[in-house]
């Protein structure tokens, strides 16, 4: 009576630790799984420009986030535009774009850039950001 009392006791124990053990287990490697972030699309974009109504003519610009792009030729490819960030790296000022001489011009203290944004001239000695540019019909996209 008191062995058959024993192990009636320990079934039920070990039952009752194997369904918890199970549902732990269970619930730890389900509940666990992190959720991915599969709507990441848009892989750093920071505005689009539609080339229908903007950049239209060879030396136009926009600024965005930050970021100043150009019409350095004519056409809808990406070869057509730079983007790169409108703050001069010398003190911050917003830089322009001067299409006669095919570079941005800092208006505070003269620093320029080329369409990719090296220094061409100082005071600045670091090199503007370029951002990426692509074309997909009538939309231009800049991204990081
Ligand atoms: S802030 Fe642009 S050259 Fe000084």
Same mark, same amino acid.
């Not at 917003?94 to 620093?111: T, V």
């Given at each position: 009576?008191?062995?058959?009392?024993?192990?009636?006791?320990?079934?039920?124990?070990?039952?009752?630790?194997?369904?918890?053990?199970?549902?732990?287990?269970?619930?730890?490697?389900?509940?666990?799984?992190?959720?991915?972030?599969?709507? *990441? #699309?848009?892989? =750093?974009?920071?505005?689009?420009? &539609?080339?229908?109504?903007?950049?239209? /003519?060879? +030396?136009?610009?926009? @600024?965005?986030?930050?970021?100043?792009?150009?019409?350095?030729?004519?056409?809808?490819?990406?070869?057509?535009?730079?983007?790169?960030?409108?703050?001069?790296?010398?003190?911050?000022?917003?830089?322009?774009? *001067? #299409?006669?001489? =095919?570079?941005?011009?800092?208006? &505070?203290?003269?620093?320029?850039?080329? /369409?990719? +944004?090296?220094?061409? @001239?100082?005071?600045?000695?670091?090199?503007?950001?370029?951002?990426?540019?692509?074309?997909?019909?009538?939309?231009?996209?800049?991204?990081?």
């Amino acid at each position: 009576m008191e062995r058959k009392e024993f192990l009636s006791k320990l079934g039920i124990g070990f039952a009752a630790v194997c369904v918890g053990c199970g549902v732990a287990a269970c619930g730890s490697s389900k509940s666990n799984d992190p959720t991915p972030d599969d709507n *990441n #699309n848009n892989n =750093g974009d920071l505005f689009t420009v &539609n080339l229908a109504n903007e950049l239209t /003519t060879v +030396g136009q610009s926009k @600024v965005s986030n930050g970021v100043i792009v150009v019409r350095t030729a004519a056409g809808n490819s990406a070869s057509s535009f730079t983007a790169v960030q409108v703050a001069c790296t010398h003190q911050g000022t917003s830089i322009n774009y *001067n #299409n006669a001489q =095919g570079r941005f011009i800092c208006p &505070n203290h003269g620093s320029q850039f080329s /369409t990719s +944004g090296a220094v061409l @001239v100082g005071p600045a000695t670091a090199a503007l950001k370029e951002y990426k540019v692509a074309v997909n019909g009538s939309t231009l996209t800049i991204s990081a």
